[in-house]
Structure formats: structure tokens, C-alpha cells
């Protein structure tokens, strides 16, 4: 059982930064395909941006050049890099952990993410 924990998310202007992280307890993140989802006030949750077990990054369209997203092995833990945050960023980011043989998939709790403008 893989339990992940994002934080630092936040309250941020228009055109700000942010770098949420998440964290692997209980467990070892190497073997996982990591992924940041969001939900937006009253929609349904989309991909973000995902990095494979060897380092390959996949983004949506709309946020290409804005977000990246990298992973430490060694530490559990999985970062996206936000900047030049809209207003339209504003939503819950989850990660998620996914073994590619058994397509088992973990979530976390999600990290608020308000952008002001």
C-alpha cells in the first residue's frame, strides 16, 4: 500500500510560482509512474503531467512550458515546478502513483491551489 502526501500548495498571484511536492510513505516510489492531477471548482479531474519509472515527462496542452515535473527517487518524492500560475490553474492537485504491472493506482488527499488575479 503506497500512501502519498502532496503539500505546498497555495494561495499566489497571477503570474506566480509554486512547487508542490509529494511524498511516499510506507513504501518506495522507483517502481511507480507518478502523475499530477487536478479538479477545478466544479469539474471533473484532469491529467496534469506525468513522469515515467525512467524519467520520461508527458503534459497536457495547457500547461506545456509552464509546468515540470521531476521525481527523486531516493527521497519518495515527486515535484511539479508551476510558473506563470493563471487564474484558471486554481483547483485541487492530486498525485498518483501507478504500478505499471499490476495498474494498481494510489492517489493523495490533493493540495489546494488558489490563484488570484
Known amino acids: 500500500q503506497v500512501q502519498l502526501v502532496e503539500t505546498w500548495g497555495g494561495l499566489v498571484h497571477a503570474g506566480g510560482s509554486l512547487r508542490p511536492f509529494c511524498t511516499a510513505f510506507?513504501?518506495?516510489?522507483?517502481?511507480?509512474?507518478m502523475s499530477w492531477y487536478r479538479q477545478p471548482p466544479g469539474k471533473q479531474r484532469e491529467l496534469v503531467a506525468s513522469?515515467?519509472?525512467?524519467?520520461?515527462?508527458n503534459y497536457a496542452d495547457f500547461v506545456k512550458g509552464r509546468f515540470t515535473i521531476t521525481r527523486d527517487n531516493a527521497k519518495n518524492t515527486a515535484y511539479q515546478q508551476i510558473i506563470n500560475l493563471r487564474t484558471e490553474d486554481a483547483a485541487v492537485y492530486y498525485c498518483?502513483?501507478?504500478?505499471?504491472?499490476?495498474?494498481?493506482?494510489?492517489w493523495g488527499v490533493g493540495t489546494q491551489v488558489t490563484v488570484s488575479s
Open positions: 498518483s502513483a501507478l504500478e505499471p504491472m499490476t495498474q494498481r493506482q494510489y
Open positions: 510506507r513504501s518506495t516510489l522507483g517502481n511507480h509512474c
Open positions: 513522469i515515467s519509472t525512467d524519467g520520461m515527462t
